[in-house]
T-cell receptor, first 115, second 111 residues
Framework: DGGITQSPKYLFRKEGQNVTLSCEQN?????MYWYRQDPGQGLRLIYY???????QKGDIAEGYSVSREKKESFPLTVTSAQKNPTAFYLC??????????????FGPGTRLLVL | GQNIDQPTEMTATEGAIVQINCTYQ??????LFWYQQHAGEAPTFLSY????GLEEKGRFSSFLSRSKGYSYLLLKELQMKDSASYLC????????????FGGGTRLMVKP
């Protein structure tokens, strides 16, 4: 049963703490993405990766870091430098090339809350 | 760069028809997508347009005019479960499957 999984569903962060959000896919997609969504807002791109061992900053990368050591995995770390991390975080994957209606597919999301 | 606009909120009545508009500006167009997102859940793919015209899929249809930079999503025979946010997203040429999303339109269906 192919898909994208994210864990945990809810995550709490204390002041000054780094936290890591997991994203795994078994769709054999080359490209993976991280988005942030604030209440009542659209999706803003944090980081993306078109291929293993390579990633690029999106529109709001400050205070975040990523790695792409395996095709299936694209973890996101929210560092202490991110002063307003409370949001809904969505991971997505897609084929690398633009192929008609083949597009991004999303995981269930992680809601990050600051204590 | 790209710019995508859609209304923030809409309200409609159960059983009615509603049209959600999306206008976009892009330097090179390679497809427009509509996603549905229920509160607290992931967006799910609804429709895709790359050529001008109407794509129909059950109760949902999507229209595209590339010359006008305009799309709409049409929902017929509205049901309470259609209450959700609807996201318009544009794919640019030479950008793989990168998407730029609009702010989303929150649709409330009332009895």
């Amino acid at each position: 049963d192919g898909g994208i999984t994210q864990s945990p569903k809810y995550l709490f962060r204390k002041e000054g703490q780094n936290v890591t959000l997991s994203c795994e896919q078994n769709l054999n997609h080359d490209a993976m993405y991280w988005y942030r969504q604030d209440p009542g807002q659209g999706l803003r791109l944090i980081y993306y990766s078109q291929i293993v061992n390579d990633f690029q900053k999106g529109d709001i990368a400050e205070g975040y870091s990523v790695s792409r050591e395996k095709k299936e995995s694209f973890p996101l770390t929210v560092t202490s430098a991110q002063k307003n991390p409370t949001a809904f975080y969505l991971c997505a994957s897609s084929p690398r090339g633009a192929g008609g209606r083949e597009t991004q597919y999303f995981g269930p999301g992680t809601r990050l809350l600051v204590l | 760069g790209q710019n995508i606009d859609q209304p923030t909120e809409m309200t409609a009545t159960e059983g009615a028809i509603v049209q959600i508009n999306c206008t976009y500006q892009t330097s090179g167009f390679n497809g427009l997508f509509w996603y549905q997102q229920h509160a607290g859940e992931a967006p799910t793919f609804l429709s895709y347009n790359v050529l001008d015209g109407l794509e129909e899929k059950g109760r949902f249809s999507s229209f595209l005019s590339r010359s006008k930079g305009y799309s709409y999503l049409l929902l017929k025979e509205l049901q309470m479960k259609d209450s959700a946010s609807y996201l318009c997203a544009v794919r640019a040429r030479n950008a793989g499957n990168m998407l730029t999303f609009g702010g989303g339109t929150r649709l409330m269906v009332k009895p």
